[in-house]
C-alpha cells in the first residue's frame, strides 16, 4: 500500500469535520500529527508506503492548528502547510479551500497578447498586502497591462523579504493576508481580464524555517546554488522531491486561478536525468490547463541563453512558453547609461540591440568575457513571442548597490526611448512597478530574518555579490526596516508633470501595439533591422503591405539629419517621442512622408518615430 500520485498531500478537509493528513517522511519511523486547536491531542499516522504518513482525523475542521511530531521527538510544521499564521516556526493551519470566485468563464489570454507587470506585494502599497493592491488594478487595465506578475507570495521568515527565502512553497505568505486574500486578488483582476502569473522558487529553499530535511532528502550535497544546497531532482527518492513541486505547481493553477508560473532562475537547478524535472513539470501543467479548459503558461528564467527551454517536448526541447532574454537588458542598458562593468562588459550598445531585435540572443555561441567561455545558442529561429525582455525588473534593479531605477539618473527622454525600445519591440514585454511613471524610490534588497549568524552572512554575501562592480558607497543594510520602507512606491508621482506624461506615453505606447496589426503580431520573418551605429540610429520595418510600420529610434545625445531607406509611398506618423504632448523639444518631423524610397528626417536627441503605410486613398 502506498499513498495514491492523485491523493492530496498536506491537511485535506473531507468534509466540515474530518481531516485527512498525508506527510511524506522517510527519516521517520513514526509520524504523529500533533493538533493544538481547538482542543489538543495527537493521532498515530499510518506508514502507508515509499515513506508517506497517512491518517484521517475526526472533529477537525478548518481553521485547527497542527504540527508533526517526528519519532516521539522534533515537532515541525507541516511540509506542505497552506497557511502559517504564527510564522515560518508557528503551528501549521487547516485551510478550507472553498472560495466564492466571480470568474467564470475565465480562460487566461494567448501568450502573444501578454504584457507583463511585475509587482512586489509588500512594497506596492503602503499596507503591503493582497487587498490593498485590488484597487490599483483598474489603472494597469488603463495603462495596457495584461498580466501581473506577483514576485514570489510563499511564506518566508519575518514580514519583508523579496521572497526567494520562502521555505513553505505551497503556504500564501501570512504578512500579505494569506491564502483568500490571494484569490480574491487574482479574482478582481480577473475581473478585469488580467492574467496574473506568479513567481515561484524550484532551485532552493530558504534557510530559516527550513525543516524539510528532519522530514526527508528534499536536497542533495552532490550540487550547489548560490544559495545552498541544491534540490533533489535526479537522486534517490526524487520521485517524491519531483512529486512535492510538480503538485505545488498544479495547486496555483487549479485551487488559485493563476494563469502563468514564473520558474526563477532554473539555470540553478541541476537535473542531467534523461527526463528533467522542468520538462516533467511543464507536461503536468499544459495536461492540467487542457482539463480546466484555460490557457496556462510557463516562463522560466534562465541566464544559460538556451532556446531548448521554449523547443517542444516532441522535439526534445523542455517545452516551455517563453523565456527571460537577459541579453535585450544588458545592451539596452549599456546604451542607456554607458556602465561597462561586471557582465555588462560583454556589450557595446546599438549594435548588440539590433542583434536582439533581429536574433533574439546576442550571445548565441560565441565568446564571453565575462563567462570566460562561449555562451549560448542560436535563437534567430524561434518566434519573438516566445522571449521575455524588460528595461528594468527586481533583479535588475535590486541587485545594484543602491537598488538605483533608470529614473533615478536618465532624463525624460531617454526614458522614453527605454519604453519605445521595450515596447515595440517584436517579444512579449515586462515592466516594473513603477517603471511606467518614472518611479523615484529606489527597490532595494530587504529581509526580516531572526538569526543574528544568517542576518551578518546576508550582508557578507551582498558585498561579495558587488564586488564585481565598480559601484561605490555603503550598500544599504538588508535588515533594516528603512530600506524595506524606501523601496515602497510613490503612487502620487504618477498625477505629476513628467511622471505623468511618461505614464501616458506608455499607455500610448500599448495602444500601439495593441491595435496595429503589424505590432501586435510578434512575427520576426517579416521585421526587417538596420543598424546606423555611427549615427547611433535603428531603424525597424515589421508587417507586410498594406500593414507595414517603420520604427525609428535616435540614441544619440544630440539632433542629427539621416537618410533612411524607406519604402515608396506614403506614410503616417503614429508617434513622435520629441512631440510637445510628450514633454519633447518640438516636432521636426512631419505627419506624413512621401518616399520614393529614401526620406531625409532630423531627429531629436533620444527620439522614437513610429510610421505606418498609408494605402492608396488615404
Keep these: 500500500m502506498t499513498a495514491n500520485p492523485d491523493e492530496r498531500l498536506g491537511a485535506t478537509l473531507l468534509d466540515d469535520h474530518r481531516c485527512s493528513f498525508l506527510v511524506w517522511a522517510p527519516r521517520a519511523t513514526q509520524v504523529e500529527v500533533q493538533l493544538t486547536s481547538p482542543r489538543e491531542h495527537s493521532v498515530a499516522m499510518e506508514a502507508i508506503g515509499c515513506g508517506y504518513f497517512r491518517a484521517i482525523v475526526d472533529d477537525v475542521a478548518a481553521g485547527a492548528l497542527y504540527r508533526y511530531r517526528l519519532d516521539g521527538q522534533k515537532e515541525r510544521p507541516d511540509p506542505v502547510s497552506r497557511f502559517q499564521p504564527q510564522g515560518v516556526h508557528g503551528p501549521s493551519l487547516v485551510v478550507d479551500h472553498r472560495f466564492a470566485w466571480n470568474d467564470t468563464g475565465w480562460r487566461g489570454i494567448p501568450l502573444e497578447t501578454y504584457v507583463l507587470y511585475e509587482l512586489h506585494v509588500g512594497t506596492f502599497t503602503p499596507e503591503g498586502t493582497f487587498d490593498a493592491a485590488i484597487p490599483r488594478i483598474a489603472t494597469l487595465k488603463e495603462l495596457g497591462v495584461t498580466a501581473i506578475e506577483v514576485m ?84 534517490p527518492y526524487s520521485d517524491q522531491v519531483r512529486r512535492y513541486f510538480i503538485e505545488n505547481a498544479l495547486q496555483w493553477i487549479t485551487e488559485f486561478h493563476i494563469d502563468a508560473l514564473r520558474l526563477d532562475a532554473v539555470h540553478a537547478i541541476v537535473d542531467p ?262 549615427e547611433n540610429a535603428l531603424l525597424m520595418k515589421r508587417g507586410t503591405e498594406p500593414g507595414r510600420v517603420f520604427s525609428l529610434f535616435h540614441a544619440g545625445s544630440s539632433t542629427a539629419e539621416l537618410a533612411i531607406a524607406v519604402p515608396q509611398g506614403r506614410w503616417r506618423k503614429l508617434l513622435d517621442s520629441a512631440d510637445r504632448k510628450w514633454g519633447g523639444q518640438g516636432n521636426q518631423v512631419p505627419d506624413t512622408l512621401v518616399s520614393t524610397g529614401e526620406v531625409q528626417l532630423a531627429l531629436s536627441a533620444w527620439s522614437v518615430l513610429v510610421f505606418a503605410g498609408m494605402a492608396n486613398g488615404d
Excluded at 514570489?152 to 514580514?159: E, I, L, R, V
Excluded at 523615484?440 to 551582498?462: N, W
Aim: proline share 5%; charged share 25%; net charge negative.
Design 152 to 235: 514570489p507570495a510563499s511564506q518566508f521568515p519575518g514580514s519583508r523579504n523579496w521572497g526567494y527565502d520562502g521555505v513553505y512553497p505551497f503556504a500564501v505568505q501570512e504578512s500579505y493576508g494569506g491564502p483568500s486574500a490571494f484569490k480574491r486578488f487574482v479574482d478582481a483582476c480577473h475581473q478585469q481580464e488580467i492574467a496574473v502569473a506568479l513567481d515561484v522558487v524550484y532551485n532552493h529553499l530558504g534557510p530559516e524555517g527550513n525543516y524539510l530535511s528532519d522530514f526527508g532528502p528534499y536536497s542533495t550535497d552532490v550540487y550547489k546554488t548560490p544559495w545552498g544546497e541544491a534540490l533533489n531532482f535526479d537522486g
Design 273 to 534: 536525468s534523461a527526463r528533467p524535472f522542468l520538462q516533467e513539470l511543464g507536461i503536468a501543467v499544459h495536461a492540467r490547463a487542457r482539463d480546466l479548459g484555460r490557457e496556462v503558461c510557463v516562463f522560466p528564467e534562465s541566464d544559460r541563453n538556451d532556446v531548448r527551454f521554449v523547443i517542444p517536448t516532441e522535439s526534445n526541447g523542455i517545452g516551455h512558453d517563453a523565456v527571460w532574454n537577459d541579453d535585450f537588458h544588458h545592451a539596452l542598458h549599456v546604451l542607456l547609461t554607458g556602465e561597462r562593468d561586471g557582465y555588462y562588459q560583454d556589450f557595446q550598445g546599438i549594435e548588440d540591440l539590433a542583434k536582439s531585435f533581429r536574433e533574439g540572443f546576442v550571445y548565441s555561441g560565441q565568446y564571453s568575457k565575462f563567462r570566460r567561455r562561449r555562451h549560448g545558442n542560436s535563437a534567430k529561429d524561434i518566434s519573438g513571442k516566445r522571449f521575455i525582455v524588460f528595461t528594468q525588473n527586481h533583479d535588475q534593479i535590486g541587485n545594484r548597490r543602491a537598488g538605483d531605477r533608470l529614473a533615478q539618473s536618465l532624463s525624460l527622454d531617454q526614458l522614453k526611448f527605454a519604453s519605445g525600445v521595450l515596447l515595440l519591440s517584436p517579444y512579449l514585454p515586462l515592466l516594473f512597478m513603477g517603471e511606467e511613471y518614472g518611479e523615484s524610490a529606489p527597490f532595494q534588497y530587504f529581509v526580516s530574518h531572526g538569526d543574528a549568524d544568517l542576518i551578518e552572512a546576508v550582508r557578507r554575501g551582498r558585498k561579495e555579490e558587488f564586488a564585481r562592480f565598480d559601484w561605490q558607497g555603503e550598500i544599504p543594510d538588508p535588515q533594516s526596516e528603512q530600506t524595506f520602507l524606501n523601496s515602497k512606491l510613490n503612487w502620487d508621482l504618477q498625477l505629476r508633470g513628467s511622471h505623468r506624461i511618461l505614464w501616458q506615453f506608455h499607455r500610448e505606447l500599448l495602444r500601439l501595439r495593441r491595435t496595429v496589426p503589424a505590432l501586435a503580431r510578434l512575427d520576426r520573418s517579416t521585421a526587417q533591422i538596420e543598424c546606423r551605429p555611427d
